[in-house]
């Protein structure tokens, strides 16, 4: 079953031999079948995604499930996630919350950050705050930034610990300096406003710039201005209208507001009341 599994791998990565999904997932399902539990988890993926198969979200929870039951943690994160989805299986939130906890026992952190939510929103679970913050402290000392926001605006916040903008900061730094783009934001936001790090506009911009090169609408806006009041960055008006732009494209109803109050003005773009109406 082993080598089964591994030729499996094989045609999938198109190592020694073609790539060739359908191959893989014929292999997987001869070491599957066998009870390989590795194989009974990718062949479930298959199904899930349709590489090598018919897509069916059914015969995916069917493998996963037989994987899960032997113990595969990723195999009980993954079918915790059909059961919170209703894909291929009856939707069913306590199922999903203690697919979710096998996995998280075993240390997956995705699957704690997950269970974590899950008494966030009291979904399958009561809610419980302090239970949450439990689950996600664990999924973010592994590293997972999303983990790490979630627990920076938990410690912003007040919700399952002590209100503590130093800790909030700790945490949106990690996951910012993992590239993520809500946590770049939420920092930068600290900066601006003093809270938990000591006020500075030029880190705030920093932070900002980051978030906004990745499209997060809220940064570009604040990032227009920051440049309209000369914020941390030296005035400029051009640039205000630019950053206003990108995020009013993108449906941000304020940076849309501004952008037609300076076209209405003449403010870093050429005065223009057409355009000033088409944008309020």
């Known amino acids: 079953a082993q080598a089964q599994f591994n030729l499996g791998l094989m045609y999938l990565k198109g190592k020694g031999v073609a790539q060739d999904h359908k191959q893989a997932a014929a292999w997987w399902r001869r070491a599957a079948e066998q009870g390989f539990a590795m194989a009974q988890y990718n062949l479930g993926d298959s199904y899930r995604t349709g590489k090598g198969v018919a897509q069916d979200p059914r015969q995916a929870a069917v493998w996963w499930r037989r994987a899960a039951d032997q113990g595969d943690a990723q195999a009980q994160y993954s ?18 919350v203690v697919w979710y ?4 026992d075993q240390g997956l952190a995705q699957a704690q950050f997950n269970l974590g939510l899950m008494y966030y929103q009291g979904e399958g679970v ?8 439990a689950w996600i402290r664990r999924a973010a000392d592994q590293g997972l930034a999303q983990a790490q926001y979630s627990l920076g605006l ?10 503590d903008g130093k800790e909030a900061v700790v945490w949106f730094r990690r996951a910012a300096d993992q590239g993520h783009a809500d ?5 930068g936001l600290m900066y601006d406003e003093g809270e938990g790090v000591a006020k ?6 920093a932070w900002y710039r980051r978030a906004a090169d990745q499209g997060h609408a809220d940064a570009q806006f604040n990032l ?8 941390g960055v030296a005035q400029d008006h051009k640039q ?13 109803a304020q940076a849309q507001f501004n952008l037609g109050l300076m076209y209405d003005e003449g403010e870093g773009v050429v005065k223009d009341g057409k355009e000033a109406a088409a944008w309020y």
């Open 79 to 96: 079918l915790g996630l059909m059961y919170y989805e209703g894909e291929g299986v009856a939707k069913d939130e306590q199922e999903a």
């Open 101 to 104: 906890r096998r996995a998280a």
């Open 126 to 133: 009561v809610k419980d705050e302090q239970e949450a913050a």
């Open 154 to 163: 938990m410690y912003d916040e007040g919700k399952g610990v002590a209100k």
């Open 183 to 187: 946590a770049q934001y939420s920092l």
């Open 200 to 205: 500075d506009g030029q880190e705030a911009v």
């Open 224 to 231: 227009g201005l920051m440049h309209l009041k000369g914020k």
């Open 240 to 252: 205000a209208a630019a950053w206003f732009r990108r995020a009013a494209d993108q449906g941000h």
